[in-house]
């Protein structure tokens, strides 16, 4: 029976993933406390774990089994006794979580494995027998830190949630920024790495960045305050400069926090005022996405150490899109390692480069964002900017930088209120730069949206794009989105002003409109979900004696509950896409049990109370939860914000290119499949998909794509709470090579 030991150095989530299915493979698994001083230590520091030793612990922010800096395991000395401490316990196989150090060390430590363990016979501590059953030591590597600066996963563990806080200080004193008329300098964490403030920087619409990799040109000083000074003209009562705690100039010199803000009161004369955000980056609940991170990562680190062979390499699991991979510890150590070297040998652009394609498009979408202007001369393409569908977080992003794009394209912008049914009552106005000005942290809908489809007012809708001269069309919303652009497309043989450039960027909780991965608003939907059944689990394990019954949105799509149900560890999660019995609500009693509202045509979300109810009498009492439309409210997550302003940039880019191949003899034409697209996310590659090739792959009765990639997950619910599934169901991650020039996206792209 394998034997598994953890180091930890990160999230909770991962120690429940690695602890649960290493029970589940049949192996005992140890908790290590204090990190490698607890290796070092040995003792009470090393403790064998059970089921229920990691319940409740996935929503708690830090670590349960502790972390703490060794110096002692950077000496030989030290090593030794930690290979005697694990030979004690009949640990082979360890899984290590932490940063780059503490993965260079549990590598070094594998390396001489052989050494140690000649030694620790030579000096009689243990026998040749007990050296020979403990001769391989496996090693694998998460990776937490919140900097995500890991060259190899697309992130790390900890950086999203770093993000949260870092978002929720920022809402908080855009709030009194703008009351007062104040300029805030924000320092975020990032000595090497400017992910932090890059993204914060991308997410709240910054004035002005400073990241290590790309120190500023020489006379930064004048253009800053030129461009805060601009901002200001144009009527805005806010400026926010975010700083990496790294920033340098082109000379290597560091760029203080306090030197900004001194610069803007002497130059500008503004009120200005320096926040360093320091160790509250680290602390606080974990997000969703770390959460299913963790998890996710967990459970194939258990089994990288099942499947290793004397062969194996030391690996590192990451993340690539939405899939668990393998790639060879040191080989990302190097590469990470070669970003530094290139920023100290100043190769700034080549480091941008080295931290992957996620870090090198962010940074080029935030300066077409913030450093553009208006175009001087006007394009002859006008574009229509509508919502449709139910609100969904992330909304007014994409609205946001699609406007401010088009006027950097010369485009004439118009907004849309009300969606389609505006578009058919003329409720179209022409829009400016500073229009859209405090749209990034949003909720909901500043442009209005509905439900109403093209089909119930064709001919006015008709009336309108002739009226405006409308040759493009970007609607942000759900499903409703998706199938409106498909009627207006499917009624260009009738109508021949509907031969224009069509877009949609999906945006639903529901996450449920083909072409994309990801629908803006999903992210926050899941934390909004995920915050309520926090707060409900802590209810039922105080009581001990209670189930709840949870109902999340999302019509048919079951995307909402089982993500949640993952971050929250929940014993289940009801949803149409994979069929249930009452056999199965028989068999998983539980603790909580997340449902989608139109799970079963029977067993619906009063059916589950009234069996629980009926069924626990004198041994349990049951609760019903419909968390309902608190699902869609809220400010956007770091995520949506980042993932809409990027989706409404590069949508634009293609309109425009597209814009400019149909337009001939003054006007646009467009009829081919390819002018009317859903952009999405797949995989790693964002996507310009045909509304008329997607609807091969749509089931229209439910309204669901037919493939869903987030079904996959489900395993890894179930097996995380204890349902006995084969082993031959879950697929491995693949073993793969990293290269200098890290295949890396964020969440998305």
Same mark, same amino acid.
């Given at each position: 029976m394998a034997r598994y030991g953890m180091v930890w150095d990160g999230m909770n989530a991962a120690v429940r993933a690695v602890t649960r299915m290493g029970i589940y493979v049949g192996a005992k698994v140890f908790l290590i406390y204090e990190g490698y001083e607890g290796l070092v230590e040995g003792g009470d520091n090393i403790k064998q774990a059970n089921w229920l030793s990691v319940s409740n612990i996935i929503q708690l922010g830090g670590t349960v089994i502790g972390s703490a800096r060794c110096k002692a395991f950077t000496t030989r000395a030290g090593r030794l006794r930690a290979a005697r401490n694990l030979v004690e316990h009949g640990i082979t196989n360890l899984c290590v979580i932490g940063g780059d150090g503490s993965l260079t060390g549990a590598d070094i430590f594998r390396s001489e494995w052989g050494e140690l363990l000649e030694e #620790?016979?030579?000096?009689?501590?243990?026998?040749?027998?007990?050296?020979?059953?403990?001769?391989?030591?496996?090693?694998?590597?998460?990776?937490?830190?919140?900097?995500?600066?890991?060259?190899?996963?697309?992130?790390?563990?900890?950086?999203?949630?770093?993000?949260?806080?870092i978002m929720e200080v920022i809402d908080a004193i855009t709030t009194t920024a703008q009351s007062h008329q104040r300029t805030f300098v924000l320092e975020v964490m990032g000595r090497h790495c400017g992910y932090l403030a890059l993204v914060s920087g991308l997410a709240s619409g910054a004035d002005w960045l400073f990241i290590p990799e790309s120190p500023p040109e020489d006379g930064w000083e004048d253009l800053m305050c030129e461009r805060l000074g601009e901002t200001r003209s144009r009527g805005s009562r806010l400026n926010i400069i975010i700083i990496a705690e790294g920033a340098i100039d082109r000379s290597g010199k560091p760029i203080s926090s306090n030197y900004v803000k001194d610069l803007v009161v002497q130059r500008l004369g503004f009120d200005t005022r320096v926040t360093v955000l320091g160790h509250v980056q680290r602390g606080g609940t974990p997000s969703a996405f770390d959460r299913v991170l963790s998890s996710k990562m967990g459970m194939e680190a258990v089994m990288a150490l099942l499947e290793a062979t004397p062969d194996t390499p030391a690996c590192v699991v990451s993340l690539s899109g939405n899939q668990s991979v393998r790639l060879p510890?040191?080989?990302?150590?190097?590469?990470?390692?070669?970003?530094?070297?290139?920023?100290?040998?100043?190769?700034?652009?080549?480091?941008?480069?080295?931290?992957?394609?996620?870090?090198?498009?962010?940074?080029?979408?935030?300066?077409?964002?913030?450093?553009?202007?208006?175009?001087?001369?006007?394009?002859?393409?006008?574009?229509?900017?509508? &919502?449709?569908g139910a609100p969904a977080a992330g909304m007014n992003a994409a609205v946001r930088s699609a406007v401010r794009i088009s006027i950097c394209q010369g485009h004439t912008i118009y907004a849309v209120s009300d969606g389609f049914e505006g578009l058919a009552k003329g409720q179209i106005r022409e829009v400016g730069w500073h229009d859209v000005a405090g749209w990034l942290g949003r909720g909901g809908s500043m442009l209005g949206t509905k439900r109403t489809l093209p089909k119930t007012c064709m001919e006015k809708i008709v009336e309108n794009v002739r009226k405006f001269n409308i040759q493009g069309l970007l609607v942000i919303g759900g499903f409703e989105a998706y199938e409106g652009v498909l009627q207006l497309v499917?009624?260009?043989?009738?109508?021949?002003? #509907?031969?224009?450039?069509?877009?949609?960027?999906?945006?639903?909780?529901?996450?449920?409109?083909?072409?994309?991965?990801?629908?803006?608003?999903?992210?926050?939907?899941?934390?909004a979900a995920m915050e309520s059944c926090d707060r409900i689990k802590q209810s039922a394990s105080g009581t001990k004696r209670r189930v709840f019954i949870v109902e999340t949105m999302g019509g048919y799509c079951g995307y909402l509950s089982t993500v949640t149900g993952i971050a929250v560890g929940a014993d289940a999660a009801y949803v149409y896409e994979d069929p249930f019995t009452i056999h199965d609500l028989k068999v998983n009693r539980a603790g909580a049990a997340l449902c989608n509202e139109k799970c079963h045509e029977h067993y619906t979300t009063e059916f589950l109370y009234n069996l629980y109810s009926s069924e626990g009498k004198g041994i349990f009492d049951c609760r019903i939860n419909v968390l309902g439309h608190l699902q869609q409210g809220g400010a956007p997550t770091p995520?949506?914000?980042?993932?809409?302003?990027?989706?409404?940039?590069?949508?634009?880019?293609?309109?425009?290119?597209?814009?400019?191949?149909?337009?001939?003899?003054?006007?646009?034409?467009?009829?081919?499949?390819?002018?009317?697209?859903?952009?999405?996310?797949?995989?790693?590659?964002?996507?310009?998909?045909?509304?008329?090739?997607?609807?091969?792959?749509?089931?229209?009765?439910?309204?669901?794509?037919?493939?869903?990639?987030?079904? &996959?997950?489900?395993?890894?619910?179930?097996?995380?709470? &204890?349902?006995?599934?084969?082993?031959?169901?879950?697929?491995?991650?693949?073993?793969?090579?990293?290269?200098?020039?890290?295949?890396?996206?964020?969440?998305?792209?």
């Amino acid at each position: 029976m394998a034997r598994y030991g953890m180091v930890w150095d990160g999230m909770n989530a991962a120690v429940r993933a690695v602890t649960r299915m290493g029970i589940y493979v049949g192996a005992k698994v140890f908790l290590i406390y204090e990190g490698y001083e607890g290796l070092v230590e040995g003792g009470d520091n090393i403790k064998q774990a059970n089921w229920l030793s990691v319940s409740n612990i996935i929503q708690l922010g830090g670590t349960v089994i502790g972390s703490a800096r060794c110096k002692a395991f950077t000496t030989r000395a030290g090593r030794l006794r930690a290979a005697r401490n694990l030979v004690e316990h009949g640990i082979t196989n360890l899984c290590v979580i932490g940063g780059d150090g503490s993965l260079t060390g549990a590598d070094i430590f594998r390396s001489e494995w052989g050494e140690l363990l000649e030694e #620790l016979v030579q000096d009689g501590q243990i026998s040749e027998e007990v050296a020979q059953e403990n001769s391989r030591l496996n090693i694998v590597g998460l990776v937490g830190s919140i900097d995500n600066d890991f060259c190899g996963t697309d992130m790390t563990i900890g950086t999203d949630s770093a993000l949260h806080r870092i978002m929720e200080v920022i809402d908080a004193i855009t709030t009194t920024a703008q009351s007062h008329q104040r300029t805030f300098v924000l320092e975020v964490m990032g000595r090497h790495c400017g992910y932090l403030a890059l993204v914060s920087g991308l997410a709240s619409g910054a004035d002005w960045l400073f990241i290590p990799e790309s120190p500023p040109e020489d006379g930064w000083e004048d253009l800053m305050c030129e461009r805060l000074g601009e901002t200001r003209s144009r009527g805005s009562r806010l400026n926010i400069i975010i700083i990496a705690e790294g920033a340098i100039d082109r000379s290597g010199k560091p760029i203080s926090s306090n030197y900004v803000k001194d610069l803007v009161v002497q130059r500008l004369g503004f009120d200005t005022r320096v926040t360093v955000l320091g160790h509250v980056q680290r602390g606080g609940t974990p997000s969703a996405f770390d959460r299913v991170l963790s998890s996710k990562m967990g459970m194939e680190a258990v089994m990288a150490l099942l499947e290793a062979t004397p062969d194996t390499p030391a690996c590192v699991v990451s993340l690539s899109g939405n899939q668990s991979v393998r790639l060879p510890l040191m080989e990302c150590v190097q590469v990470t390692k070669d970003v530094q070297k290139a920023m100290d040998e100043k190769r700034f652009e080549e480091a941008i480069q080295l931290r992957g394609r996620s870090f090198e498009n962010n940074w080029n979408i935030y300066k077409l964002l913030a450093h553009q202007k208006p175009a001087q001369e006007k394009s002859p393409f006008s574009v229509a900017i509508l &919502n449709v569908g139910a609100p969904a977080a992330g909304m007014n992003a994409a609205v946001r930088s699609a406007v401010r794009i088009s006027i950097c394209q010369g485009h004439t912008i118009y907004a849309v209120s009300d969606g389609f049914e505006g578009l058919a009552k003329g409720q179209i106005r022409e829009v400016g730069w500073h229009d859209v000005a405090g749209w990034l942290g949003r909720g909901g809908s500043m442009l209005g949206t509905k439900r109403t489809l093209p089909k119930t007012c064709m001919e006015k809708i008709v009336e309108n794009v002739r009226k405006f001269n409308i040759q493009g069309l970007l609607v942000i919303g759900g499903f409703e989105a998706y199938e409106g652009v498909l009627q207006l497309v499917e009624a260009r043989g009738q109508y021949e002003e #509907l031969c224009i450039i069509m877009c949609v960027i999906p945006a639903t909780i529901s996450n449920n409109v083909p072409g994309t991965d990801f629908s803006l608003g999903s992210d926050t939907a899941v934390n909004a979900a995920m915050e309520s059944c926090d707060r409900i689990k802590q209810s039922a394990s105080g009581t001990k004696r209670r189930v709840f019954i949870v109902e999340t949105m999302g019509g048919y799509c079951g995307y909402l509950s089982t993500v949640t149900g993952i971050a929250v560890g929940a014993d289940a999660a009801y949803v149409y896409e994979d069929p249930f019995t009452i056999h199965d609500l028989k068999v998983n009693r539980a603790g909580a049990a997340l449902c989608n509202e139109k799970c079963h045509e029977h067993y619906t979300t009063e059916f589950l109370y009234n069996l629980y109810s009926s069924e626990g009498k004198g041994i349990f009492d049951c609760r019903i939860n419909v968390l309902g439309h608190l699902q869609q409210g809220g400010a956007p997550t770091p995520f949506d914000r980042n993932y809409g302003t990027k989706l409404g940039v590069k949508a634009v880019l293609w309109m425009s290119e597209k814009l400019e191949e149909s337009y001939c003899k003054g006007r646009v034409f467009a009829n081919s499949d390819d002018s009317a697209c859903v952009i999405g996310l797949r995989k790693k590659v964002v996507a310009f998909s045909p509304v008329t090739e997607l609807k091969k792959v749509t089931d229209f009765e439910h309204r669901l794509p037919q493939e869903q990639w987030w079904l &996959n997950l489900r395993l890894m619910l179930k097996m995380l709470a &204890n349902y006995q599934i084969s082993l031959t169901e879950y697929i491995s991650g693949k073993m793969e090579h990293v290269t200098r020039r890290t295949l890396s996206i964020e969440k998305g792209f």
